[in-house]
C-alpha cells in the first residue's frame, strides 16, 4: 500500500537532503585528498626532523673522528715524543671531552699500547678479533663499530677507528647524550612527534623508552624499514603500542646509523578534526538554514492549502463562492481558477437539482418535498401560528376527460403562473400532486386571515381558464389544519388539512373545512373499518336486507332492492355508506359486491319458487364494480348458477358513474343489456342529473331520490317537477321508482302522476330475508 | 520488500563475517621473559630474548596457539635475585602464568620458590646449577646441568695431558653456576688424582683487578686453569693470561660463549677450550633455518642463549597447543609426559622432574673462530 506522507514533512525531508546528500559526496571526495595531502606533509616534515638529526649525529662522528685525526697528524709529526707525553696528551683530550671515554692505540699486532684512561687491564690486551682493528689495519679507511653497552661504563657505546702508522687508533664513544635525544626531543617538542636512533642492526642507540636502548633493544619493524628494501617516499605506516603510527627516517651514513621519526596518525586525525569540525558545523547551518527556508516556503505553500481546504469545506457545507486567486504561486492560481469554475459548474447543477428537487415542472410552484421540508422549518422556527391550506380541483379528472389531458395540464400551467403572481407574503404555496395544492400561510392572528386568503385564492379560481377557446371554471374543496392547534408534525397537518379537504369535497363544492377532531375519529373509524373489512366477507360480517318496490296501482310487490348491512364484531351495525367508499377505494368493492349479487339472485329464486312468483331483485352496483373489465361476465355467471331469469334482475348504478368515463359507461350498459338484466339508475335528482346520459343510456329505470319525496307536499312547485321527471321519464320509456316514500299523502300525490313503483317505509322497512315470506303473505 | 530482502541479504553475511572474526581474535596469551638485559650478563639475556622473539614471531605467523596470539611481558631482573623477585610478582600480579627465564642460576633462590607458590610454571633455558636439578618444583628446562659441563672439561684436560693441578678462578656473584661447575671439576678430576691446587673468586660488578688475579694464578704454578665467568670477564682474564704470556691450557664454561669473548679477546682466547652447549656448525636443517633467519634479522650468529631460550618457548607452545590448556600444572604434565623434544639440533630428553640433558660440546677457539675441538 502506498505510504501517505505529510507534504511538510516531504518537503522539509527533500531539502535537507539536498542539502546534506552533496555535503556528504563532497566530504566523501575531499577528506581523502586532505587526507593524503596531511600524510604526505607530515612526512615530509618528519623525514625533514630525520634528515636534521642526521646530519647531526654525522657531524658528531666526523667531530669524533677530526680528534683522531689531530692525534694521528702529531703522532706522526713526532710532537709527541714518548709514551707518557702520549698518555698526558690523551687523557687531556679525554678530560675535555663529553663524548669521548678512551682511546687505544694499538700496534700492528692489534696489541694495546697506550689506553687512556690508563687501566692495566687493557695495556697489553690482543685486540686481533676487534673489527676496529682488521678492518681499518686492512681497509685502511676510517671504521665505525656496531653499538654495545660499554662494561666500564654500562652505557651504549661505539668505537671509531683510523689507521696509525702501522697500528690503529681507536676512540671508545659515549653514546649516553645521543642516546638520550629522543628523551629530550619530547621534553623540547612534545610527545606528539617523536625520534629514535638505531645502529645498522637495527638495535637502538636513542629512544624516548630508555631502557630499550640499554636491553639493546630493536626497531620492531626495523627490517621493513631498511633502506636496502626502501621504495622512494613510501610512507611507512606501523602499529607501536597499539596505535598506529608513521615513521619517517632518515641515514647517518658515516655511522651506519639510522634516524627514525614517529607520529601518530592520531596527530592527522587530529588535524582533520578542525576540518570535519568546520564541515560538520557548516552542514549543521545549512541544515538549520533549509529547515528555516523550507518552513518558510512550506508556510506559504500550507497557507495556500489551508485556504483552498477551508474553501472546499465552506463549498461541500453549500456556499458556492469562488476562491482567491490572488496568491504567490502560479500553479496555486491556475488550481484555483480551475477549481472555481468547476465550483460555478458545481453550483449550476446544484441550483438545476435544486429546482428539479424542489419545484413542479408544470406549474413552477414548490412541491411536495419543498413544502414538507419548508413547513418543517418554519415549525422549528416556531414563528406563532401556521395555517396548511389545501385545495383540490373539483373533478379535475373529468376536465382531462373531457378536454384531453394536455388541457388539463395547461390548467395546471396556468394556474401555477396565477398563484406565483399572488407574490404571496407569508408562507408560500406547493403543489403536492395531480390537482392538489397547499397554501401554507404563516404568522396567523386569527382564523379571518386563513379565510382571507381562502378568499384571495377563490378570487384567482374563480376567473375563468381559457385554452383553445374552451372555457373551464374550476371549483376547489379546501381544507385547512392550523399548526400548533390541530397537529405539530409535517406530516399530520398535511393529513389533517386534507382530511378536512375531504370533508369539504364531501359537504359539496368550493367549500372549506377547518380541521376537527371529530375528523380524526372518523379517520380512525375508517382506518379501523378498512382493516377489518377484508376479513369482514370471510367472517360472515355481511348480511343483506330487502326492501320491497311496490306497484301503484296494485300495491303488490314488485321487488325488492337489495340492501347490504355489517354486522361489526366490536362497533356493531356499520351504515353502507361509512365502509361502501373504503371498499371502493381499497378495490374490495369486487369481491363484496359479487357477494352480494351472488346472496340476492339465490334469495330471490328461493323465494320465486317457493311463493311461485316472479319478483325481482335490484342490486346496487358501484362504479368500481362496474368500470371493472369482468363484470358482465361475472353477472352473467351468477346469474346461471343461481338459475335467475335475466330479466329478474335490476341493476342499480348512480350517476357517479358517467363521472370518471360517459364512452366507457355506455360499454359497459351495453354489455350487461345484452345479458338481458334490467339497468335502474340510483338517486335521480341528487348528482348532475343529465338529460344526456338519460337519452343516450339504455336505462329502464329511473329511481328518484327521497329527498324530493321529503320536500314533494311542502310546496307546488315540488309536486310540479316531481310530475315532470315522471312524465319525462316515461317519455324516455322508463319506469319510475320514487323512494323515501312514508306517508299515504306522498303515495297519492304520486299516485296521481302516474309513477310506476314506489319504495319507503310507509309500506316497509328493508327486512332480513327471515321477514321475506311474511312481507309476501302481507302484501301479496 | 524485495529490496527490504536485498538489504538483509547484503548484511547477514557481513555481519556474521563480522561475529566469526570477533571469535577469532580472542583475548592474546601472556607470557613473561625475565633475563638480565643490562649490565655484564645482558649478552645473555639479549641473545635470550631475540631468542624467544623469534619463536613467538613464528607462532603468531602459523596463527597463534589456539587462536590466540601471543604476547611478551618483558623484565629485566639485573642479574639480582631480589630484582628477580619483583618482577616476577609483577609478572604474577599481571596475570602471568608462564615464566621464560631467569638466565643465570643465582636467580633461582628466590624466583623458584615463589613460582611454586604461586602455582606459576618457569620455563628455564638457561640456568643449569646442578642444585636446581631433581628438584619437584615448578620449573621445566631445556638445558644440562653443570655437572656435564664438568664432565666435558675433565676430559678436555685429560686429552690436554692437564687436570693434576687446577686452577679456578670463578664469578661469585653467580655462584650458583660457576660453583657448581667449580665443585663437578673437583669432582670429576678427584678420581684421576687431579685437584684444585688454587681458586679465586671475583665480582664482576665491582671493577675487578683482572691482571692482579690472572698472576695470582700463575703464580701457583697449575696446569690447568678453569675460568667461570661471563664471556667479558672471561675475554679479559685470557687478555691478562696473553699479556703474562702464559702457557697452561685455559678451560672455559659455557657461560663464556659469546661472541663478546671473541671480540674482547682477541688473540687472548685463541686456543682457549670451552664447553659448548650448541654446535654451531650443525647441519640440522631446522638449526640452518634458525640460524639464517637469526643472522638475517639480528645481524649475529645465533648463541646458545638464543637457541635454548627459543627451544624453550617453542616446547611451551607446542605443549599449550597439543593440550588446548593454558594451566601450568596441565602443561608441566604434558611436557613430563612426552619426554623428548626435538631441539634445533639435538634431542632434548626431560625426566620426571622437568629437568632435561642433551649432548654438550667440546669446543676450541681457533683462528678467532669457535670450533669442534677434535
Partial sequence: MKRIKKLRDFILINNMLSIVIPLILVGLLVTPLIYNYLIKDMHEKNTMIATTIAQRMSDFIDESFQVLYQINHLLDDGMLKDDVSIQIYLDALLDSSDSVEGFEILDTNGIVKISAPQNVNILGANRTSQPFFTETKATRQPFVSSSFISQQTGNPTITIAIPQADGVLVAYLNLEEISMLSLNHIKTFGNTVTVAITDGNGVFISNKDIIKVYQREMEANYQSIHPEFEIEDQVHAFTYEGKTAMVSHADVDNANWHVFVYESYDSIFAALRPFLAIMLLCTGLLLFFSRFIARLVFKDINHSFGELNQQTKEIAAGDYHPINTDNRFDEFNRLTENFNGMVACVKERDEALQILAYYDSQTRLPNAVYLSEHLNQLILNDRGKIAVICFDIHNFKRINDTYGPSFGDKILEMMGARLLELNLSQGFVARINGSNFARVLTEIENPDDVLLEIEKLRAVFNQAMTFNENNVYLRFHVGIALYPDDARVVEELLQYANTAAEMAKQRGVSQYAFFENSMKQNLLRNMTLENSLRSALENGEFFLHYQPQIDVNNKKIRGFEALIRWDHPQLGMVSPLDFIHIAESTGLIIPIGAWVLETACRQMVCINKKMGTQIMISVNVSPVQLSHEQFPEMVEETLKQCGLEPNLLELEITENLFINSFEEAIKIFNRLKRIGIRMSLDDFGTGYSSLAYLKNLPIDTLKIDQAFTRDLLIKKANENLMESIILMAHTLQMDVIVEGVEELEQFDCLKSYHCDHVQGYYFSRPIDQSELEDCFKKMG | ?374
Avoid at chain 2, 104 to 128: C, E, G, Q, R, Y
Wanted: with cysteine; glycine share 8%; net charge negative.
Fill in chain 2, 1 to 374: 520488500m524485495k529490496r527490504k530482502r536485498a538489504f538483509l541479504g547484503l548484511f547477514f553475511p557481513i555481519i556474521i563475517t563480522l561475529a566469526l572474526t570477533a571469535c577469532m581474535s580472542q583475548k592474546p596469551l601472556t607470557i613473561g621473559f625475565v633475563a638480565s638485559l643490562t649490565g655484564s650478563t645482558s649478552e645473555l639475556g639479549v641473545n635470550g630474548r631475540n631468542g624467544l622473539m623469534m619463536a613467538v614471531e613464528e607462532v603468531n605467523a602459523g596463527g597463534g596457539i589456539n587462536g590466540k596470539s601471543v604476547e611478551v611481558v618483558v623484565k629485566d631482573d639485573k642479574n639480582d635475585p631480589e630484582t628477580g623477585l619483583t618482577v616476577d610478582q609483577e609478572l604474577y600480579e599481571a596475570g602471568v602464568s608462564f615464566i621464560i627465564g631467569h638466565m643465570t642460576s643465582n636467580m633461582a633462590a628466590l624466583s623458584i620458590p615463589f613460582v611454586n607458590s604461586k602455582d606459576m610454571l618457569m620455563i628455564n633455558p638457561t640456568m643449569s646449577a646442578t642444585t636446581l636439578f631433581n628438584q619437584d618444583d615448578h620449573l621445566v628446562g631445556v638445558i644440562s646441568p653443570n655437572s656435564d659441563q664438568a664432565v666435558v672439561i675433565k676430559e678436555s684436560m685429560v686429552k690436554n695431558g692437564g687436570g693434576k693441578n687446577v686452577a679456578v678462578i670463578y664469578e661469585s656473584q653467580n655462584l650458583a653456576y660457576t660453583g657448581t661447575v667449580k665443585d663437578g671439576v673437583a669432582q670429576e678430576i678427584a678420581p684421576l688424582g687431579g685437584q684444585i691446587i688454587y681458586e679465586e673468586a671475583f665480582l664482576s660488578e665491582a671493577n675487578p683487578n683482572y691482571l692482579e688475579i690472572s698472576q695470582h694464578v700463575l703464580n701457583s704454578k697449575p696446569d690447568s686453569i678453569v675460568i667461570l665467568a661471563s664471556s667479558f670477564d672471561a675475554a679479559m682474564f685470557c687478555q691478562q693470561f696473553y699479556k703474562l704470556n702464559n702457557q697452561t691450557h685455559i678451560y672455559l664454561a659455557a657461560w663464556s660463549m659469546n661472541n663478546d669473548l671473541l671480540l674482547q679477546g682477541g688473540g687472548s682466547v685463541e686456543g682457549v677450550t670451552i664447553t659448548s652447549l650448541i654446535a654451531s656448525d650443525s647441519q640440522m636443517p631446522t638449526y640452518i633455518a634458525f640460524r639464517e633467519k637469526y643472522l638475517n634479522k639480528y645481524g649475529a650468529e645465533p648463541t646458545f642463549a638464543a637457541v635454548y631460550t627459543y627451544e624453550a618457548a617453542m616446547m611451551l607452545f607446542n605443549t599449550m597447543a597439543d593440550t588446548r590448556s593454558d594451566k601450568p600444572e596441565t602443561i608441566k604434565s604434558a611436557i613430563i609426559k612426552k619426554g623428548t623434544y626435538q631441539g634445533l639440533q639435538s634431542d632434548i630428553i626431560i625426566n620426571e622432574y622437568g629437568d632435561a640433558s642433551r649432548t654438550i660440546y667440546e669446543y676450541v677457539v681457533k683462528n678467532g673462530q669457535f670450533k669442534k675441538a677434535e
